[in-house]
């Protein structure tokens, strides 16, 4: 684990949002001098980019005086000497200039900076923290642009769908995750229009589903990895065809995908690679800046570095759209999603912010003086409940410090000790899908 | 108007050698029949029995491919913009279905009707009558030719994922029609002549057409579509589906 979390945004590099972070996550305090940074590898494997820009980051970091390699011990924050910190404020000049112009530009206030400025000052003085949301620049909207309601679909005696109530809010990144035969595509191509519901209802940017036709979809771009392109079409000739269709085509966004992507304009989408054909679906869905992003496990069968370039083309996208994603791939969610719902059986079994996930769930180890009997009754949160010689296993779905311990003392007694270890993405949905089974 | 236009470049640049060689069977058809009138009851235009009878095969062939071929286009074309499955990546783009099809009966008339009224204009003059005295004449051959030849072929295509499953659908209605005429010749009381036939011609073009709207037409846009219970592949689109 890194002691900051980076989410990407579009526009920078790479290089400089990890720099950044790092920065700030010592500047307030979660990194104190002292405290070991992490490894390039560590930073590389963690953040999933390149090993180069991993220690781009440390040198630059280590050339700032920000870090100090300590022999033995490895790379460390260093302690911040006054001296430094004049020099920081001259390092500042040239943000504080652009922030200067750029407000100049957009006509706001010098208070209005000012208190902005004393807001983030706050928050990263620890007072309030900034989640994912925060971090996009308080993206969150009320707006539902997604929306089902006890959405069902059967097929034949089938039940894919069975009461599904969905609401994905303006500019989120939501992930759908689940089991295969979760229902995942399925709600997906109901919202596309390409199956009609059984019962129920869905809409899609205010628009009833089975109406969701013609002009909706230039506020739409679907991808999916099952999608069947014209392969005999060059990768040139597919982007001019669809441009008339899109009133907000953005031709200099097309050229920079298409050169972001590294896409051959003449080869025939036939003769693509599965990760060329996704880029190149994706620069079609992405040119005309559309109000929302379907994608339908995008990642799948790809390589990492693939995976990243097609992450990079969305969240450069993520301020202006919202993302409605369906994925296995967890770690590659984990990394942009600000909202996930778990998806199994036809049926939503929970839908919230991932940090907000993340926060709730936990390993939890007790250790206890004598052998361990596993309680009759035990709290519902508490999943997948094992025991050994003197130690009691579970996954602790609602995890907050101090009622979490306090029901653990109810059910052992006097413990040994108990440790909360945070729980990956991954492990949440293994969790969740093996409790799945189980009852099934 | 432009998406029309957009969606015909589009399938002119994609299937111009179907297009071709249409219209080259139908120009070679045109010659051998301007042939047929020079040589008529004169061996010997043909360079004997020999080449009588290799002309005979060849008109023979061109006339039996013509068809074959306007079907093949037909069916390629529609079948671009495939109705049946669920995978197409043009489902979700903003296609309208009225312009669809606008486009795709554009797209006939361009590629074989246009080209057989010329034809018909040429060959009219070529035997010494003057067209423009025929105009309403040829171009009611034209509609009927549309309405009995191409609307049915056009009305499989919309229904059939591929060429194969068309010609499997052509190959079912075959055999039921060779099994009606033998029921027919069983059953000698029984005739399809006779005042009935306009009715049962009507009813098949109403059809056609109907099927065809119904299943181009998306299901925001009206009641009835062709449902999830669907086609032959067993999905629908909502939409008009016709894959590039």
């Given at each position: 684990?890194i002691?900051?979390?980076v989410?990407?945004?579009?526009?920078?590099?790479?290089?400089?949002?990890?720099?950044?972070?790092?920065?700030k996550?010592?500047?307030?305090?979660?990194?104190?001098?002292?405290?070991?940074?992490?490894?390039?590898?560590v930073?590389?494997?963690?953040?999933?980019?390149?090993?180069?820009?991993?220690?781009?980051?440390?040198?630059?970091?280590?050339?700032?005086?920000?870090?100090?390699?300590r022999?033995?011990?490895?790379?460390?924050?260093?302690?911040l000497p006054?001296?430094?910190?004049?020099?920081?404020?001259?390092?500042?000049?040239?943000?504080?200039?652009?922030l200067?112009v750029?407000?100049?530009?957009?006509?706001?206030?010098?208070?209005?900076?000012?208190?902005?400025?004393?807001?983030?000052?706050?928050?990263?003085?620890?007072r309030?923290?900034?989640?994912?949301?925060?971090?996009?620049?308080?993206?969150r909207?009320?707006?539902?642009?997604?929306?089902?309601?006890?959405?069902v679909?059967?097929?034949?005696?089938?039940?894919?769908?069975?009461?599904?109530?969905?609401?994905?809010?303006?500019?989120?990144?939501?992930?759908?995750?689940?089991?295969n035969g979760?229902?995942?595509?399925?709600?997906?191509?109901?919202?596309?229009?390409?199956f009609g519901?059984?019962?129920g209802?869905?809409?899609?940017?205010?628009?009833?589903?089975?109406?969701?036709?013609?002009?909706?979809?230039t506020?739409?771009?679907?991808?999916?990895?099952?999608?069947?392109?014209?392969?005999?079409?060059r990768?040139g000739t597919?982007?001019d065809?669809?441009?008339?269709?899109y009133?907000?085509?953005?031709?200099a966004?097309?050229?920079?995908?298409?050169?972001?992507?590294d896409?051959?304009?003449e080869?025939?989408?036939?003769?693509?690679s599965?990760?060329?054909?996704?880029?190149a679906?994706?620069?079609?869905?992405?040119?005309?800046?559309?109000?929302?992003?379907v994608l339908?496990e995008?990642?799948t069968?790809?390589?990492?570095?693939?995976?990243?370039?097609?992450?990079?083309?969305l969240?450069e996208?993520?301020?202006e759209?919202?993302?409605?994603?369906?994925?296995?791939?967890?770690?590659e969610?984990?990394?942009?999603?600000s909202?996930?719902?778990?998806?199994?059986?036809?049926?939503?079994?929970?839908?919230?912010?991932?940090e907000?996930?993340?926060?709730?769930?936990?390993e939890?180890q007790?250790?206890?003086?004598?052998?361990?009997r596993?309680?009759?009754?035990?709290?519902?949160?508490w999943?997948?409940?094992?025991?050994?010689?003197?130690?009691?296993?579970?996954?602790?779905?609602r995890?907050?410090?101090?009622?979490t311990?306090?029901?653990?003392?109810?059910?052992?007694?006097?413990?040994?000790?108990?440790?909360?270890?945070?729980?990956t993405?991954?492990?949440?949905?293994?969790?969740?899908?093996?409790?799945?089974?189980?009852?099934? | 108007m432009?998406?029309?236009?957009?969606?015909?470049?589009?399938?002119l640049?994609?299937?111009?050698?179907?297009?071709?060689?249409?219209?080259a069977?139908?120009?070679?058809?045109?010659?051998n029949?301007?042939k047929g009138?020079?040589?008529?009851?004169?061996?010997?235009?043909?360079?004997?029995?020999?080449?009588l009878?290799?002309?005979?095969?060849?008109?023979?062939?061109v006339?039996?491919?013509l068809?074959?071929?306007?079907?093949?286009?037909?069916v390629r074309?529609?079948?671009?913009?495939?109705?049946?499955?669920?995978?197409?990546?043009?489902?979700?783009r903003?296609?309208?279905?009225?312009?669809?099809?606008?486009?795709?009966?554009?797209?006939v008339?361009?590629?074989?009707?246009?080209?057989?009224?010329?034809?018909?204009?040429i060959?009219?003059?070529?035997?010494g009558?003057?067209?423009t005295?025929?105009?309403?004449?040829?171009?009611?051959?034209?509609?009927?030719?549309?309405?009995?030849?191409i609307?049915?072929?056009?009305t499989?295509a919309?229904v059939?994922?591929?060429?194969?499953?068309?010609?499997?659908?052509v190959?079912?209605?075959?055999?039921?029609?060779?099994?009606?005429?033998?029921?027919?010749?069983?059953?000698?009381?029984?005739?399809f002549?006779g005042?009935?036939?306009?009715?049962?011609?009507?009813?098949?073009?109403?059809?056609c057409?109907?099927?065809?709207?119904v299943?181009i037409?998306?299901?925001?846009?009206?009641?009835g579509?062709m449902?999830?219970s669907?086609?032959?592949?067993?999905?629908?689109?909502?939409?008009?589906?016709?894959?590039i």
């Open positions: 684990m002691p900051f979390r989410y990407f945004r579009p526009g920078v590099s790479l290089y400089e949002q990890v720099a950044y972070a790092a920065k996550a010592m500047v307030s305090r979660q990194m104190r001098p002292g405290d070991p940074f992490p490894s390039v590898r930073l590389s494997r963690e953040l999933r980019i390149n090993p180069n820009t991993a220690h781009k980051v440390v040198t630059h970091l280590l050339a700032a005086g920000l870090l100090e390699a022999p033995g011990i490895g790379t460390v924050v260093a302690e006054e001296s430094r910190k004049i020099e920081r404020t001259q390092l500042l000049g040239h943000e504080i200039e652009q200067a750029e407000a100049k530009k957009l006509g706001i206030p010098l208070e209005e900076v000012v208190t902005s400025i004393s807001e983030h000052w706050r928050k990263l003085g620890g309030e923290t900034g989640g994912p949301e925060a971090e996009r620049g308080g993206r909207k009320t707006m539902s642009v997604v929306r089902t309601e006890n959405l679909k059967t097929f034949w005696r089938v039940e894919a769908l069975n009461g599904l109530n969905l609401d994905v809010l303006e500019g989120a990144v939501y992930a759908l995750v689940g089991p979760a229902g995942k595509t399925t709600a997906i191509k109901i919202l596309m229009n390409i519901p059984t019962s209802r869905a809409e899609v940017l205010g628009v009833e589903s089975a109406r969701v036709v013609g002009r909706t979809f506020s739409i771009g679907y991808v999916s990895e099952n999608q069947e392109l014209p392969d005999w079409m990768v597919f982007l065809y669809l441009r008339p269709f009133p907000s085509w953005d031709r966004l097309e050229d920079r995908l298409i050169r972001q992507f896409l051959p304009r080869r025939k989408l036939g003769n693509l599965r990760g060329m054909r996704m880029k679906a994706l620069a079609g869905s992405l040119a005309y800046h559309p109000k929302l992003i339908d995008p990642f069968g790809l390589d990492p570095l693939v995976r990243d370039e097609l992450i990079q083309g969240l996208q993520a301020e759209s919202t993302i409605f994603v369906l994925s296995h791939d967890l770690a969610i984990e990394s942009f999603a909202h996930v719902g778990y998806l199994e059986q036809g049926r939503l079994r929970f839908s919230e912010e991932l907000k996930l993340v926060e709730r769930f936990r939890v007790v250790t206890l003086d004598g052998s361990p596993l309680p009759e009754t035990a709290p519902e949160s999943m997948q409940l094992s025991s050994s010689p003197v130690v009691v296993r579970f996954i602790e779905s995890f907050e410090p101090e009622r311990k306090a029901e653990i003392r109810g059910v052992f007694g006097e413990v040994r000790d108990v440790t909360f270890s945070p729980m993405l991954r492990e949440i949905f293994l969790a969740m899908a093996k409790v799945g089974r189980n009852a099934a | 432009k998406q029309i236009l957009n969606i015909f470049r589009k399938d640049r994609r299937y111009w050698r179907e297009s071709a060689v249409s219209v069977l139908l120009v070679a058809y045109g010659w029949d301007v009138w020079a040589g008529e009851g004169n061996v010997a235009a043909y360079g004997g029995i020999g080449g009878i290799s002309y005979q095969f060849l008109s023979g062939l006339a039996a491919l068809p074959v071929a306007w079907a093949f286009l037909i074309v529609i079948q671009g913009e495939a109705l049946v499955g669920d995978r197409q990546f043009w489902v979700t903003p296609y309208e279905w009225k312009k669809l099809l606008a486009e795709k009966v554009l797209f008339i361009v590629t074989i009707n246009l080209p057989l009224l010329i034809e018909d204009f060959l009219l003059a070529k035997a009558f003057p067209p005295h025929y105009v309403i004449g040829l171009l009611w051959m034209q509609l009927l030719i549309s309405l009995i030849l609307l049915p072929i056009a499989l919309t059939t994922a591929s060429v194969v499953q068309m010609i499997l659908a190959l079912g209605i075959v055999l039921y029609m060779i099994g009606v005429a033998a029921l027919v010749s069983v059953v000698p009381s029984s005739s002549s005042p009935a036939d306009s009715v049962e011609l009507t009813l098949l073009i109403a059809t057409g109907a099927v065809i709207i299943a037409r998306p299901a925001g846009d009206g009641p579509t449902a999830d669907g086609s032959c592949s067993g999905h629908r689109s909502d939409r008009s589906s016709y894959s």
